[in-house]
């Protein structure tokens, strides 16, 4: 029975000696605990040593995969076609069926056969013999490495840690820069102060002063390379009628070689650019396309890496950056920022004040895609960010006109859509008038309809109108009077017979009478007054409506 061991060195094989012991593998281990102990269970037959790590790696992936090697291959045609009549075993059972599948042998894999293989692993230095322990453990280490590297799909063109070391050195540059201009400005401003205002551009102004020097060389000096010739013309009248002091030429020379070191800081910058712009398109096209080469620096490097932008949501690269903001927002609970360093892209300026945020949150979503692609992708392939960028600046356009396109329907509209397929329950009412069998007029539904038509002077309202008025004069003199209406009359007959007889009172009294009364008392007396003493113009209106009604 044969052993098949991989190492990192090489393919072994090994013989069996005693077949028994794979069958009681519980004290397996003390048969290994010394080499000479270990070489009486097992015999090497051959040793197949890889040429170099690309071998190694090779044949370990084809391992992994289940697959063998063309190493592998060469040493079974040797050693085992002779013996097929022996049995292979094999601590993969995948690699175990490739070969059981080229070569027509059965292979044998069980828990007893891994535990031989430990054992193996214990002695395996003793085992070889020849193979020296140091040169084992570097095979080992650079296999490690190499295998790492293939399963991550690592590639040194991947680095993303260069655009972050680049685009944090370009942020310290551009502040000594302005730290340095500034100094500059201010201490050749002493000497000519109306320089700073003629010329704004910085790079401009550095090479005028590192040219010239003082303000009495300005005149005979050429400038026409450095600015147009309009300035120029200014730049020497101003020197002629300069308000600044003197200085010493110690002083100039300390202020050139200031201009010299920024101008030499301004290349280096401007190369650096161009190295991260090129690092940017090999690593990440597809973002760099979207937001920017220095937008998409900086928010790897935010982030930490490409792997790490990649994993996070579209919300979190949108607030990429504004994280102190954010927290402040949530801690005083007021409005949460609405981008971070995606607001300096080129789509988001460009848009206007009330839709920046609505861009934000668009670019976002599609640069996460393109950083999945980015980090993900094996094809370098920039259709991606190319598409998006597109229909990203179509629909800004939309947007900023005003005529934005429903995707897809409103709330509203929805709702009335589905409305009629909504059931809806009804619950019946109980109406007594219904248990009635007698004729009932209907009454109710032609008021309603007079009140309805309101003024209108259409004949058929006149018509319903008519109608109304003359059932209301019927019902007025078919229907007798109740018993209340005979008590109310029989009261207020009372109420005017002691009124007549009684005399009247002066106000003089009457008003004293009512301070020394109650209040429910003053009222029951000032309704009664009202009732008995009613003025002549009531009773002539009282008698034109009955005689109308009639």
């Given at each position: 029975?044969?052993?098949?061991?991989?190492?990192?060195?090489?393919?072994?094989?090994?013989?069996?000696?005693?077949?028994?012991?794979?069958?009681?593998?519980?004290?397996?281990?003390?048969?290994?605990?010394?080499?000479?102990?270990?070489?009486?269970?097992?015999?090497?037959?051959?040793?197949?040593?890889?040429?170099?790590?690309?071998?190694?790696?090779?044949?370990?992936?084809?391992?992994?995969?289940?697959?063998?090697?063309?190493?592998?291959?060469?040493?079974?045609?040797?050693?085992?076609?002779?013996?097929?009549?022996?049995?292979?075993?094999?601590?993969?059972?995948?690699?175990?069926?490739?070969?059981?599948?080229?070569?027509?042998?059965?292979?044998?894999?069980?828990?007893?056969?891994?535990?031989?293989?430990?054992?193996?692993?214990?002695?395996?230095?003793?085992?070889?013999?020849?193979?020296?322990?140091?040169?084992?453990?570097?095979?080992?280490?650079?296999?490690?490495?190499?295998?790492?590297?293939?399963?991550?799909?690592?590639?040194?063109?991947?680095?993303?840690?260069?655009?972050?070391?680049?685009?944090?050195?370009?942020?310290?540059?551009?502040?000594?820069?302005?730290?340095?201009?500034?100094?500059?400005?201010?201490?050749?401003?002493?000497?000519?102060?109306?320089?700073?205002?003629?010329?704004?551009?910085?790079?401009?102004?550095?090479?005028?002063?590192?040219?010239?020097?003082?303000?009495?060389?300005?005149?005979?000096?050429?400038?026409?390379?450095?600015?147009?010739?309009?300035?120029?013309?200014?730049?020497?009248?101003?020197?002629?009628?300069?308000?600044?002091?003197?200085?010493?030429?110690?002083?100039?020379?300390?202020?050139?070689?200031?201009?010299?070191?920024?101008?030499?800081?301004?290349?280096?910058?401007?190369?650096?650019?161009?190295?991260?712009?090129?690092?940017?398109?090999?690593?990440?096209?597809?973002?760099?396309?979207?937001?920017?080469?220095?937008?998409?620096?900086?928010?790897?490097?935010?982030?930490?890496?490409?792997?790490?932008?990649?994993?996070?949501?579209?919300?979190?690269?949108?607030?990429?950056?504004?994280?102190?903001?954010?927290?402040?927002?949530?801690?005083?609970?007021?409005?949460?920022?609405?981008?971070?360093?995606?607001?300096?892209?080129?789509?988001?300026?460009?848009?206007?004040?009330?839709?920046?945020?609505?861009?934000?949150?668009?670019?976002?979503?599609?640069?996460?895609?393109?950083?999945?692609?980015?980090?993900?992708?094996?094809?370098?392939?920039?259709?991606?960010?190319a598409e998006h960028k597109a229909k990203l600046a179509s629909r800004m356009r939309i947007l900023e006109e005003g005529n934005q396109r429903r995707i897809s329907s409103g709330g509203k509209g929805s709702a009335k859509k589905h409305e009629?397929?909504?059931?809806?329950?009804?619950?019946?009412?109980?109406?007594?008038?219904?248990?009635?069998?007698?004729?009932?007029?209907?009454?109710?539904?032609?008021?309603?309809?007079?009140?309805e038509d309101g003024e209108s002077s259409s004949p058929a309202a006149k018509k319903l109108k008519v109608e109304v008025k003359e059932e209301e004069a019927q019902e007025a003199v078919a229907e007798p009077t109740s018993e209340k209406k005979?008590?109310?009359?029989?009261?207020?007959?009372?109420?005017?017979?002691?009124?007549?007889?009684?005399?009247?009172?002066?106000?003089?009294?009457?008003?004293?009478?009512?301070?020394?009364?109650?209040?429910?008392?003053?009222?029951?007396?000032?309704?009664?007054?009202?009732?008995?003493?009613?003025?002549?113009?009531?009773?002539?209106?009282?008698?034109?409506?009955?005689?109308?009604?009639?």
């Amino acid at each position: 029975m044969l052993v098949l061991y991989e190492t990192s060195a090489g393919y072994a094989i090994f013989k069996l000696l005693d077949e028994k012991k794979l069958q009681a593998t519980d004290n397996l281990f003390k048969d290994f605990e010394t080499p000479a102990k270990a070489n009486k269970i097992l015999k090497l037959k051959q040793f197949s040593k890889f040429t170099d790590t690309t071998d190694a790696l090779a044949a370990t992936t084809a391992a992994v995969e289940g697959k063998v090697s063309k190493q592998l291959k060469k040493v079974l045609k040797k050693l085992v076609l002779p013996d097929v009549q022996e049995k292979l075993l094999v601590a993969d059972a995948k690699l175990g069926g490739a070969i059981k599948e080229k070569f027509n042998f059965s292979c044998l894999t069980n828990s007893n056969v891994q535990e031989l293989m430990r054992c193996i692993r214990s002695q395996i230095n003793g085992l070889l013999g020849d193979l020296p322990e140091k040169e084992m453990t570097a095979m080992a280490l650079g296999l490690a490495h190499s295998l790492s590297r293939y399963k991550l799909k690592f590639s040194p063109d991947k680095v993303d840690t260069m655009i972050i070391q680049a685009v944090s050195l370009l942020d310290d540059l551009d502040k000594e820069l302005n730290n340095y201009i500034m100094r500059c400005r201010e201490w050749y401003g002493w000497h000519f102060p109306e320089l700073s205002k003629l010329v704004t551009d910085n790079t401009a102004y550095i090479k005028i002063v590192q040219q010239v020097g003082t303000r009495e060389k300005m005149i005979k000096s050429d400038l026409s390379e450095i600015i147009p010739e309009e300035m120029e013309a200014l730049v020497k009248e101003a020197a002629e009628i300069s308000m600044g002091t003197e200085i010493s030429d110690e002083d100039i020379d300390n202020i050139q070689m200031l201009c010299i070191e920024i101008l030499a800081m301004i290349t280096h910058r401007t190369s650096l650019f161009e190295y991260l712009k090129s690092r940017m398109m090999v690593i990440a096209p597809n973002l760099s396309i979207m937001v920017g080469e220095l937008i998409g620096a900086r928010l790897i490097s935010r982030a930490g890496s490409l792997v790490n932008l990649s994993k996070f949501p579209a919300s979190t690269v949108q607030l990429l950056g504004s994280e102190k903001a954010l927290f402040r927002a949530l801690k005083t609970k007021r409005d949460t920022p609405k981008y971070g360093l995606i607001y300096h892209a080129t789509l988001v300026g460009q848009a206007s004040t009330k839709n920046k945020g609505k861009a934000a949150r668009m670019l976002a979503a599609k640069a996460s895609l393109a950083c999945r692609v980015d980090a993900l992708g094996e094809d370098g392939n920039v259709d991606l960010g190319a598409e998006h960028k597109a229909k990203l600046a179509s629909r800004m356009r939309i947007l900023e006109e005003g005529n934005q396109r429903r995707i897809s329907s409103g709330g509203k509209g929805s709702a009335k859509k589905h409305e009629k397929f909504q059931f809806k329950s009804e619950v019946a009412q109980y109406e007594p008038e219904m248990d009635s069998t007698l004729p009932v007029k209907k009454k109710k539904k032609k008021r309603s309809l007079v009140e309805e038509d309101g003024e209108s002077s259409s004949p058929a309202a006149k018509k319903l109108k008519v109608e109304v008025k003359e059932e209301e004069a019927q019902e007025a003199v078919a229907e007798p009077t109740s018993e209340k209406k005979k008590k109310k009359r029989k009261r207020t007959m009372e109420v005017e017979e002691t009124a007549a007889a009684e005399p009247e009172e002066p106000v003089s009294a009457k008003k004293k009478k009512k301070k020394s009364m109650q209040p429910e008392e003053v009222e029951e007396v000032v309704v009664a007054e009202a009732k008995a003493e009613p003025t002549s113009e009531k009773k002539k209106k009282k008698k034109k409506s009955k005689v109308a009604d009639e």
